[in-house]
């Protein structure tokens, strides 16, 4: 069975998209290809139970295991040695992609306090959008009366292929995503 949102993507976002730049062929629609959960603990460096706290958190929200992130290159002054570990990281497809976009669409966007809408100019030159999150205490799976609870931020990209911004700015407000006036 499918996600609910691949099912409004083909039902209702392909014939909206197709009509409104009067697409043709089905591939040139914007299509989503990955979407990268990526959760940078720089307290790791001191004590690694920072970092093991946060890639189970990741785990959790993601249903996925993270990849431990770890400095490419040493730099004096953050105190960092090339090759300790920094961060997590997941790599969502398919199925899970899906369940984890309208999750963050339905469920946490809308917990965010003063929540006004995501920005419309997170895109990068190639029309992938990110969004960054300043705590994890928003997703419902975690609970911050937690003893050893810690606000962990993290940032979101969503790999679009096929599109340029315009095009893809409005395939994610189609998908449902809450962009500011």
Request: proline share 5%.
């Amino acid at each position: 069975m499918k996600p609910e949102l691949q099912e409004k993507y083909l039902k209702e976002v392909v014939p909206a998209m197709k009509e409104k730049f009067g697409i043709k062929n089905i591939m040139a629609i914007p299509r989503i290809d990955k979407v990268v959960v990526n959760m940078g603990v720089g307290e790791s460096r001191d004590d690694i139970k920072f970092l093991e706290q946060a890639a189970e958190e990741l785990a959790i929200i993601t249903g996925q295991k993270p990849t431990i992130r770890r400095a490419k290159k040493a730099i004096s002054n953050f105190h960092l040695k090339q090759g300790l570990p920094v961060g997590c990281k997941v790599t969502l497809r398919r199925a899970r992609m899906y369940e984890f976009l309208d999750k963050l669409v339905n469920v946490v966007l809308p917990r965010i306090r003063d929540f006004n809408g995501v920005s419309r100019k997170a895109f990068d030159r190639e029309g992938n959008y990110t969004l960054g999150l300043k705590e994890q205490s928003i997703f419902p799976e975690i609970d911050p009366t937690k003893r050893d609870f810690r606000v962990q931020g993290m940032d979101i990209s969503i790999v679009i292929k096929g599109g340029n911004i315009e095009k893809n700015l409005e395939f994610l407000r189609l998908m449902g995503m809450p962009f500011s006036k």
